[in-house]
């Protein structure tokens, strides 16, 4: 699995704050993914009222779009920025608070208390702090996330989420050794090793 010049590469989380202050964010899609609408059997798997939890988050339209079929949704983001940019943009009235267990994170809810939004890095979360999920939906997450950090991260989402859980990826395919990322190439093969 030749992943090019991309194992050494590393953006920090100062880089990110970046992107959201500068607006550089081509990233964010103001429609809701169509491969979340296309495999939304698959996560739901028949089932109601989840769980699901959005890593890297952003400031994801699909949130909101399965808080309002009645999922609770949790996510992490570490530009608290995204996350007031995503209540506002929604008209959602929400509270803050500080979570005690990561010094300086916060945590934002939505006062209807079906969305709760981390500010924080996601490797200060833990299943203690947020509990487990049903469900994740995982759309540029893995593929954001330093290489050298990918099987800190696979683990730490193992761990949050429950038996039965249903876990939607979505990764990209190119020539690693023509684009420096992100979004990284994560070969098929290491999606295996990593999550099994």
Not at 80 to 92: G, I, M, P, R
Not at 132 to 144: C, H, Q, S, Y
Request: proline share 5%; glycine share 8%; net charge negative.
């Amino acid at each position: 699995s030749d992943v090019g010049s991309q194992k050494e590469r590393v953006v920090t989380d100062e880089e990110w704050l970046e992107k959201w202050e500068m607006g550089n964010i081509g990233f964010h899609k103001e429609e809701g993914h169509p491969l979340l609408q296309k495999y939304l059997d698959v996560l739901l798997n028949g089932r109601s009222g989840l769980r699901i939890f959005f890593p890297l988050c952003g400031k994801a339209v699909e949130m909101k779009w399965l808080a309002d079929m009645g999922h609770s949704v949790v996510g992490v983001e570490i530009s608290e920025q995204a996350v007031k940019d995503f209540f506002s943009e929604h008209s959602l009235p929400y509270c803050e608070e500080p979570v005690p267990e990561i010094s300086g994170a916060k945590m934002f809810q939505s006062t209807s208390g079906n969305i709760s939004l981390y500010c924080c890095s996601i490797y200060d979360l833990s299943s203690s702090i947020v509990g487990k999920f049903d469900g994740v939906w995982d759309r540029g997450a893995l593929v954001a996330v330093n290489p050298c950090d990918r099987q800190r991260y696979a683990s730490l989402m193992i761990s949050l989420v429950e038996k039965n859980s249903s876990y939607l990826l979505v990764t990209v395919s190119y020539d690693p050794n023509k684009h420096k990322g992100p979004p990284f190439y994560v070969p098929e093969s290491e999606i295996k090793s990593l999550f099994g």
